[in-house]
């Protein structure tokens, strides 16, 4: 391929974790001399980054490999990478079933694949100046690798492996980093940010120590585990201003008997005390949750308590998910009860509940003040966040606000974005 202009185009399915790791791609292979296109057509690497934690995540990404080997038909010079965790768990089956793709990167493997895809592109380090993006007001930081729950329906410790924390200096120097380039939040990785570890680092401390980054505006963190969030941390929460009042919780369900099953480690009643903890030291705290409806086992009683939970605390926003079994889980043995009718019903049902509260704490928020971070200026418009994470439109604004805090008066609300004004 030497010679030509090449460019990737990258898709991602998953996790934040998955977007993390294809814009580090991107900026490597940009080092390369190769160009992030946004259209597939326009092509001649195409990477895809997958995800195996529901089946549906994996019929996505068979999907686009049947648009990608159709491209290839036409222009046989197209080199199709297949990257992430559905490589992992199933990089020989994707091989057979698309003879076109060229190059499978399980996730265990991720670091070796800029080394892989240089390698079977004939890519050579012209070492452009990386082309850091300065808009980028939000950067994503991983601190740690894997997971040791062992959920039972879940997929992501077989694919991911062992859970790693990254050495604290190295996330405190990536930060770093970022800041000097224009980066303003930052948002920590992990599938169990609480028990990050690293020697005598512990989560709060990594957090803390972040937080004497000057120019450092806003961290946030995801995701985080009922059955290790510490007081030590709520704690730190309350205190520390930099650290944005939102949460991402899972409950995953309210009936105990489900939790159980699911290997969650808490009880409902432990969920609800850390609810209470958190509203009662961060005064105006949103809550977010996931749930999964149609575990096996899960009677309409289980349901109904997961739905009436759903209806008392109130989430600030929450992602329902119908159970999907997956191959070598534990719960893949369990009887799978509920008709997928059944599911849909009840993952229906917790929607409209969820929306329905979401646009009232929203509506709530109609003629306050509020302090956003402006992230991004489009046609004149800002698009700025809440310390909630809510996302705001901003009209009255210039360039010279990007990055910047702003006080805005809120004076229109949808499900999930704000309109307001400059105050
Ligand atoms: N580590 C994170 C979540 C990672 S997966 C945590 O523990 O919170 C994101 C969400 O997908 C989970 O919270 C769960 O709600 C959902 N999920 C995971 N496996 C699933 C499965 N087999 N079926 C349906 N939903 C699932
Ligand atoms: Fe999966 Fe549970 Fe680990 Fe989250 S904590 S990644 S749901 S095993
Ligand atoms: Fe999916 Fe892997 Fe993330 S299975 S949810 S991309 S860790």
Excluded: W
């Amino acid at each position: 391929m030497v010679g030509k202009v090449l460019n990737y185009f990258i898709e991602t399915i998953g996790c934040q974790m998955n977007i993390y790791e294809s814009n580090k791609l991107g900026l490597a292979l940009s080092a390369y001399g190769v160009s992030k296109v946004n259209v597939l057509q326009e092509a001649n690497i195409v990477i895809l980054n997958t995800c195996s934690v529901r089946l549906q995540s994996e019929q996505k990404a068979f999907s686009f490999l049947g648009r990608a080997e159709e491209l290839k038909k036409d222009n046989p010079n197209i080199k199709i990478i297949v990257i992430g965790c559905m490589a992992e768990r199933i990089g020989f089956k994707i091989q057979q079933r698309f003879k076109s793709v060229d190059l499978i990167v399980g996730s265990k493997d991720i670091d070796n694949a800029v080394l892989k895809i240089v390698n079977l592109c004939n890519l050579y380090d012209f070492s452009f100046d990386k082309v850091e993006d300065f808009s980028n007001i939000v950067r994503y930081v991983t601190i740690m690798r894997g997971c040791d729950n062992y959920c039972s329906y879940c997929i992501v410790p077989l694919v991911r492996g062992r859970e790693i924390g990254f050495n604290a200096l190295d996330i405190l120097e990536e930060s770093s980093l970022l800041i000097k380039n224009g980066t303003k939040e930052v948002v920590l990785l992990g599938q169990n940010v609480n028990s990050y570890r690293y020697k005598n680092f512990n989560f709060t401390s990594l957090v803390k120590s972040l937080a004497t980054i000057n120019g450092l505006e806003r961290i946030r963190f995801m995701t985080n585990h009922p059955k290790d969030l510490s007081d030590e941390l709520i704690e730190m929460m309350a205190t520390e201003s930099k650290v944005c009042s939102h949460i991402h919780l899972p409950m995953q369900s309210a009936s105990n008997k489900v939790l159980k099953a699911m290997n969650r480690k808490y009880s409902y009643e432990h969920y609800i005390g850390l609810v209470k903890k958190l509203r009662m030291a961060v005064p105006n705290i949103r809550i977010t949750t996931d749930i999964i409806v149609g575990f096996p086992g899960e009677t309409k009683e289980d349901f109904e308590e997961t739905f009436k939970a759903v209806k008392e605390i109130r989430f600030g926003g929450l992602y329902v998910f119908r159970y999907s079994s997956r191959p070598d889980t534990k719960a893949a043995n369990m009887f799978d009860n509920t008709s997928l009718k059944e599911k849909k019903m009840r993952h229906r049902l917790i929607l409209e509940e969820s929306n329905k509260i979401s646009v009232e704490i929203v509506k709530s928020m109609v003629g306050n003040a509020q302090q956003v971070l402006v992230e991004k200026i489009k046609n004149g418009v800002i698009e700025a966040r809440t310390s909630g994470g809510y996302k705001v439109f901003v009209t009255g604004g210039s360039e010279k606000d990007l990055g910047r805090h702003l006080n805005v008066s809120i004076k229109e609300a949808k499900v999930n974005s704000l309109f307001g004004d400059i105050v």
